[in-house]
């Protein structure tokens, strides 16, 4: 059998792209993502020659639309061409994307997500029962989660209203205190309480990883992760519970994490030695992963006034992993993007050095 080279095949897609949305089988039609913009410029030359052929249009998208439509790998830092007849075809899909900006910057996305993506399918002629079979089958979605350098009342307030704006009332919140030590608990429970007050939704506290790990994770709103050992926590994680967090996670659910809570989140918990003490005896330091970039977090960091000693630690781990050390009153969304949130600048550490990340800027 003859092969069939790849950047002929890609040029075949395309036109069969094209000829569908000329013949207005689809009013809209992405061509394959590619993972580099020089990548996909190769191709432009011979997309406008197939869009003239067809008499349809093209616009050049170096930001495409997230939604739940589709995996989140599939799409996001990718650089691709879409292809359509009329003007008015390409002004609803640049306003979905306004509208989904706008939601982020207010927080309300999570209250419109499914409709923006239902919205996308209906602009790629997807069917209804289409669109439903996507959203039901992808497992890779934007993440919701919050990872806050250890802060607590006025420092966090902002983020944490952010928070509770994307959670269901209607189901409880699963709050896990495992970083801290059983005795201490009660005292936890009445400290999420206050922490998340005006919320007034029910929470639900687990005290074993045994426990976490028999769990229906999609009965819950959101799952917040308390401070402590980190230790302590990743090793009740390791009980069963971890992958039920992440799946929950990579399907958007909610998830805030506070010092302890946040660091599982990364790529590895081992920044952590610094202030924590390896309880548990762990050996194998990986995180749940979720922090786009292999990200690994450190949290309590002092920012310029930091110890000299500290820094020196983080510079020297950051030849084999990047960090980025939190202040307290900081909080790293990790949505479509990753993006830090708070009132002081954070601090990547990444081979041996250390760059200020403003609050508003996007650290992946």
Known sequence: MKTLDHFSYELGAADCFC???????????LAHPCATKEERDQYLPYFEKLCGQYGVQMYVEDEPLLTDLFPLSLNRGKYNALFY??????QEYLGLKGEKAAALAQGTYSQVRRDIAWRFGKLLSYTDEGIRRLLRENQERE?????????????????????????????PLLYVPLAMEPAEYPGCLSWIAEELAPWEGTIH????????????FSRFSGVFL???????????????????LKAFAREGGPVWGGSAGAIVLGASITPCSWEDENTEGLSELSGLGLIPGELSLFCHYGGQGESQECREFLESLSERMPILALPEEDTLLVGEKAVLWGKYPAWLFHQGRETAVSPGEAVI
Request: with cysteine; aromatic share 4%; proline share 1%.
């Open 143 to 171: 993440l919701n989660l919050f990872c806050n350098g250890g802060g607590c009342g006025e420092q966090t307030a902002g983020e944490l209203a952010r928070f509770r704006a994307l959670l269901d009332r209607t189901k």
């Open 85 to 90: 007849q009329e003007e008015r075809v390409l």
């Open 226 to 244: 308390g401070g402590g050992n980190t230790y302590r926590l990743l090793g009740e994680l390791r009980k069963g519970g971890g992958p039920k």
């Open 19 to 29: 000829e569908m949305v000329r013949a207005g089988v689809k009013r809209l039609a």
């Open 205 to 216: 506290m687990v005290e074993r990883g045994e426990d976490l790990a028999e769990l229906d």
